[in-house]
Structures are given as structure tokens and as C-alpha cells.
Nanobody, 120 residues
Framework: QVQLVESGGGLVQAGGSLRLSCAASGRTFSALGWFRQAPGKEREFVATVKGSSGSPYYVDSVKGRFAISRDNAKNTVYLQMNSLKTDDTAVYYC???????????????WGQGTQVTVSS
């Protein structure tokens, strides 16, 4: 049975940092990514990383501030978030699949979500 378990969310002031973790169990995946959903908005792509090359891809709004990485031995993906802004407030979801894309349709498994709140 596949499970994705996220951790690391919380409340932080603008300009601060948080690190999210997502541990996958049950199988390995080519692509591990992060999406987020703010209140009243659609779920949006944040970042993804391909297992074979480790190449990361980001939505423009987080480039230079967020860094995604993965530890294949632990089947875990991380999202280091720096210089956080109030606009980053959302529920962050870990996603797993076989195509490292920005489309939610390409990910077959999802975590339960972790809340990130950035205060001004």
C-alpha cells in the first residue's frame, strides 16, 4: 500500500523559512513533487524533482526561494522554503508519479497535506 506522509508545516513570519518533508512508502517513484492550495484557490504546482537525474522544476513564483531535493535511499522528498511571503500561505501536498511535470494529472498518489501559514 502506497503512503505519502508529510511533515514540517507550521506558522512562520514573513521572511522566515520552513522545511517540508514527505516520506513515501510502498514503492518508489520517478517523480516526487509538491503542490499547494490556498483558501478559495485551485491547487497549483510548486516544484518537482525527477529521481534519475535529480533535476528540479519550479513554478516561477518560488524560483530562487524554494529548493526541492530528494533522498532516494529514504524515498523522501524535501522542500526547503526560504524568504517566505504571506502569499505562500496554503496547504502543501506531496505528490508521487512517473512524470516530473507541473500537472496534477501526472501524479497518482497524494499526501494528506500540511498547513503552511506565513504571517506578516
Amino acid at each position: 500500500q502506497v503512503q505519502l506522509v508529510e511533515s514540517g508545516g507550521g506558522l512562520v513570519q514573513a521572511g522566515g523559512s520552513l522545511r517540508l518533508s514527505c516520506a513515501a512508502s510502498g514503492r518508489t517513484f520517478s517523480a516526487l513533487g509538491w503542490f499547494r492550495q490556498a483558501p478559495g484557490k485551485e491547487r497549483e504546482f510548486v516544484a518537482t524533482v525527477k529521481g534519475s537525474s535529480g533535476s528540479p522544476y519550479y513554478v516561477d513564483s518560488v524560483k530562487g526561494r524554494f529548493a526541492i531535493s530528494r533522498d532516494n535511499a529514504k524515498n523522501t522528498v524535501y522542500l526547503q522554503m526560504n524568504s517566505l511571503k504571506t502569499d505562500d500561505t496554503a496547504v502543501y501536498y506531496c505528490a508521487a508519479g512517473w512524470l516530473a511535470s507541473g500537472s496534477a494529472q501526472d501524479y497518482s498518489y497524494w499526501g494528506q497535506g500540511t498547513q503552511v501559514t506565513v504571517s506578516s
